[in-house]
C-alpha cells in the first residue's frame, strides 16, 4: 500500500493477447527530523503496473501529478540487456486504486476507488464505485490500514 503522487502520465498499451496494461510511476515523501534537529526529506520512487479494466481507468482518470493510493503486490522481472548484462526491475502490480486529489482534474470524481474485479467482490466488473460521498472529509472508517 503506498500514497504518493504520479510522476507522469499513465502509459497504456495493448499485449498481443488483448489484454490492457498501463505503466505509470508514484512518488513518495518521507520526511523526519533528524538528531540535531532540522528537517530532512527523502522522495522514492515506485513502479507501477496495472492490467484490464483498472489499466483502462487509470490511462482514462490519472494524469502526472495527482495524489493515488495504491494497493497490491511486488513483482520482480528479470532480463538480459542488449549489452549482455542482467537486469531487473521491481514494480507494484496494482490491484486497487484510489483517485485521491480533491482538484476534479481531468472528470475525475474525488476519492474515487478502482479495483481488479476478483480482489473486490461486491464491486461491478464494468462500472467503477465510488468511495464515499463525503466530499473532502476524511473518516476513520475510510482508512484502508
Known amino acids: 500500500m503506498i500514497i504518493g503522487n504520479l510522476t507522469r502520465d499513465p502509459e497504456v498499451k495493448t499485449t498481443p493477447s488483448g489484454q490492457t496494461v498501463a505503466s505509470f510511476s508514484v512518488a513518495t515523501n518521507f520526511i523526519w527530523t533528524d538528531q540535531s534537529g532540522e528537517k530532512q526529506k527523502k522522495v522514492e520512487y515506485h513502479n507501477i503496473v496495472a492490467w484490464r479494466r483498472l489499466a483502462e481507468i487509470c490511462g482514462q482518470y490519472l494524469k502526472k501529478g495527482n495524489k493515488v493510493y495504491i494497493e497490491g503486490r511486488l513483482q520482480t522481472r528479470d532480463?538480459?540487456?542488449?549489452?549482455?548484462?542482467?537486469?531487473?526491475?521491481?514494480?507494484?502490480?496494482?490491484?486497487?486504486?484510489?483517485?485521491?486529489?480533491?482538484k476534479g482534474?481531468?472528470?475525475?470524481?474525488?476519492?474515487?476507488?478502482?479495483?481488479?474485479?476478483?480482489?473486490?467482490?461486491?464491486?461491478?466488473?464494468?462500472?467503477?464505485?465510488?468511495?464515499?460521498?463525503?466530499?473532502?472529509?476524511?473518516?476513520?472508517?475510510?482508512?484502508?490500514?
Not at 474525488?110 to 461491478?124: I, K
Open 105 to 145: 482534474s481531468s472528470g475525475s470524481e474525488s476519492g474515487s476507488q478502482y479495483s481488479q474485479p476478483q480482489t473486490t467482490a461486491s464491486q461491478s466488473q464494468d462500472a467503477p464505485v465510488p468511495e464515499s460521498d463525503s466530499g473532502d472529509e476524511i473518516r476513520i472508517e475510510d482508512i484502508p490500514f
Open 79 to 102: 532480463w538480459e540487456a542488449q549489452d549482455g548484462s542482467k537486469r531487473n526491475r521491481t514494480e507494484i502490480v496494482a490491484e486497487n486504486m484510489i483517485m485521491l486529489d480533491t
